[in-house]
């Protein structure tokens, strides 16, 4: 199985602050890599595919970046609306498909 | 527009069976594959079972294999989840995604398994 490593698990920053989530696999997955926000109660949302396109309608505050194994996920500017849990995820392996554990975005 | 309903969800008790359904619109079911992942409570995203656009190929994750059933109708464009012999571990929110690269999902059903 591919593990995938996420972190921070929690981060706490001020609004317009550069935040910065990494993830890291534990074999080359090439770019194929996700990332998703997830807000309470809702469900997950497509944010960057093949580790650095923005999906359409997402903010080009959100950018991704990486390849390999080693994976960086911005938001430029951090924005109240922000406040989520991110997830990557890696579709080079079917067997299984794998997630990080998540990455919590809270306003200081 | 890309629509994506589950139902089905419970409240059951250990060892018991249950069904899940999606169903979709806004595209051409026969041509994508689907997924299901679920959440448990507080926890993160675990994906459960896959199965290919014509439903020839279907994966499992190991934590419900040989126990969960994943299926397809592209004549009623509906994915479902046959869920037998369900444990304590298997409650969570369950959803249908689309593709591999999970890019669109649906709202999710919740699926509560306790004595």
């Known amino acids: 199985d591919i593990q995938m490593t996420q972190s921070p698990s929690s981060l706490s920053a001020s609004v317009g602050d550069r935040v910065t989530i990494t993830c890291q696999a534990s074999?080359?997955?090439?770019?194929?890599l996700n990332w998703f926000q997830q807000k309470p109660g809702k469900a997950p949302k497509l944010l960057i595919y093949?580790?650095?396109n923005l999906e359409t309608g997402v903010p080009s505050r959100f950018s991704g970046s990486g390849s390999g194994t080693d994976f960086t996920f911005t938001i430029s500017s951090l924005q109240p609306e922000d406040i989520a849990t991110y997830y990557c995820q890696q579709y080079d392996s079917l067997r299984p498909l794998t997630f990080g554990g998540g990455t919590k975005v809270e306003i200081k | 527009e890309v629509q994506l309903v589950e139902s089905g969800g419970g409240l059951l008790q250990p060892g018991g069976s249950l069904r899940l359904s999606c169903v979709a619109s806004?595209?051409?079911?026969?041509?994508?594959?689907m997924s299901w992942v679920r959440q448990a409570p507080g926890k993160g995203l675990e994906w459960v079972s896959y199965?290919?656009?014509?439903?020839?190929?279907?994966y499992y994750a190991d934590s419900v294999k040989g126990r969960f059933t994943i299926s397809r109708d592209n004549a009623k464009n509906s994915l479902y989840l046959q869920m037998n012999s369900l444990r304590a571990e298997d409650t969570a929110v369950y959803f249908c995604?689309?593709?591999?690269?999970?890019?669109?999902w649906g709202q999710g059903t919740l699926v509560t398994v306790s004595s």
């Open positions: 199965i290919s656009g014509s439903g020839s190929t279907m």
């Open positions: 995604a689309r593709r591999v690269a999970f890019d669109h």
């Open positions: 093949d580790a650095s």
């Open positions: 806004g595209f051409t079911f026969s041509d994508f594959s």
């Open positions: 074999q080359d997955i090439s770019s194929y």
